[in-house]
């Protein structure tokens, strides 16, 4: 059995291992008792969504796909806490499990890679566009309906490789994650995110532990972010305010202004592009779960009711066997 004092639980791709590794640095520097060698240990666990890599998480079932196996070895004892991009937390957590802390907040922009070397407006029609992000797709395909996209999917090294190899001309991926892995130097154009909304969370890392553990909250209460807890919290109330979930194309992204106050842009948009409803919100940093709930009742209240039912892969500007 593990004689560390804390058991990190994470998946094993280089952008997980490097979470983990800045969350044990975090913990090192805060806590004397934890920078003894062996003091922490970085336990790493494969997710159903790391397995399964010839569909799309909307047909797989889910983005909880990448956390579900992590949040049973917490309820089972078998790790202390989880690290995750919050970006594929679900809206809901498994009962007994609670959101513990944030970690200062990377860059929430996405970053596009293209191999001629061009933005998204000046890339040839018909090129080849992959993505396995129903919120990127249809932002693309709003912009720009003459693009194909194709699923892809893969960690960062892998799907920056396939597209080097010609599988496809373009793709876009995190800012924050390219630059916690030091690849930000292959990025070809970072995109506003009056362009392009960004996830909901993009960016942030989410510490998850057991609500009753009062030994490992302690210590994981010390590394939040305040101003990262309210920007996501936010941005999750339009979330859980739509029941949102991969198959549905959201989007939000929360500021904190000069002034300390929080600002709140969120977008609802069908996967092909067609038509889309936006929304902002402003007001204290308090109210931040409030104005996040309260942006997407309203979207939600303004959509149709086929909004979602379409096959977001259908209708001929995207779809296809997953590259």
């Known amino acids: 059995?593990?004689?560390?004092?804390?058991?990190?639980?994470?998946?094993?791709?280089?952008?997980?291992?490097?979470?983990?590794?800045?969350?044990r640095d975090r913990?090192?520097?805060?806590?004397?008792?934890?920078?003894?060698?062996?003091?922490?240990?970085?336990?790493?666990?494969?997710?159903?969504?790391?397995?399964?890599?010839?569909?799309?998480?909307?047909?797989?079932?889910?983005?909880?796909?990448?956390?579900?196996e992590i949040e049973d070895a917490m309820l089972e004892g078998r790790v202390d806490l989880a690290v995750h991009s919050m970006k594929d937390v679900p809206t809901w957590l498994p009962d007994g499990l609670q959101l513990t802390a944030m970690l200062p907040r990377e860059d929430p922009r996405d970053a596009w890679f293209c191999r001629q070397g061009c933005?998204?407006?000046?890339?040839?029609?018909?090129?080849?566009?992959?993505?396995?992000?129903?919120?990127?797709?249809?932002?693309?395909?709003?912009?720009?309906?003459d693009l194909r996209i194709v699923p892809l999917r893969g960690n960062v090294q892998t799907r920056l490789t396939k597209m080097d190899e010609g599988l496809v001309?373009?793709?876009?991926?995190?800012?924050?994650?390219?630059?916690?892995?030091?690849?930000?130097?292959?990025?070809?154009?970072?995109?506003?995110?009056?362009?392009?909304?960004?996830?909901?969370?993009?960016?942030a890392i989410g510490i998850?532990?057991?609500?009753?553990?009062?030994?490992?909250?302690?210590?994981?209460?010390?590394?939040?972010?305040a101003v990262t807890w309210d920007r996501v919290t936010a941005e999750r109330g339009v979330l859980a305010a739509l029941d949102g979930s991969c198959r549905t194309p959201i989007a939000a992204l929360a500021r904190i202004d000069p002034d300390d106050r929080l600002s709140l842009s969120a977008l609802v948009i069908r996967p092909d592009g067609s038509q889309w409803f936006t929304?902002?919100?402003?007001?204290?940093?308090?109210?931040?779960?409030?104005?996040?709930?309260?942006?997407?009742?309203?979207?939600?209240?303004?959509?149709p009711a086929d909004f979602f039912r379409a096959d977001p892969l259908q209708g001929g500007a995207a779809g296809g066997p997953v590259v």
């Not at 003894?36 to 047909?59: F, H, P, Q, S, Y």
Request: charged share 25%.
């Open 208 to 225: 998850e532990t057991r609500a009753g553990d009062d030994r490992t909250n302690a210590y994981i209460r010390a590394l939040n972010c």
């Open 1 to 23: 059995m593990s004689s560390a004092l804390l058991r990190i639980g994470t998946r094993g791709s280089p952008l997980a291992l490097a979470q983990a590794h800045e969350t």
């Open 169 to 203: 001309d373009a793709t876009l991926l995190a800012m924050a994650g390219l630059k916690r892995l030091g690849l930000a130097d292959r990025i070809t154009a970072a995109i506003d995110p009056k362009d392009m909304l960004p996830a909901v969370a993009q960016g």
């Open 27 to 68: 913990l090192a520097a805060a806590f004397p008792d934890l920078a003894e060698a062996g003091a922490i240990e970085i336990v790493v666990i494969k997710t159903t969504g790391d397995r399964i890599l010839d569909r799309t998480l909307m047909e797989a079932g889910g983005k909880g796909l990448f956390t579900k």
């Open 279 to 303: 929304t902002t919100r402003a007001g204290s940093r308090a109210e931040a779960a409030a104005l996040g709930a309260d942006a997407g009742q309203e979207l939600k209240s303004r959509l």
């Open 119 to 145: 933005g998204i407006d000046a890339l040839p029609s018909g090129s080849v566009v992959g993505t396995a992000s129903l919120r990127r797709q249809a932002q693309i395909l709003a912009r720009r309906p």
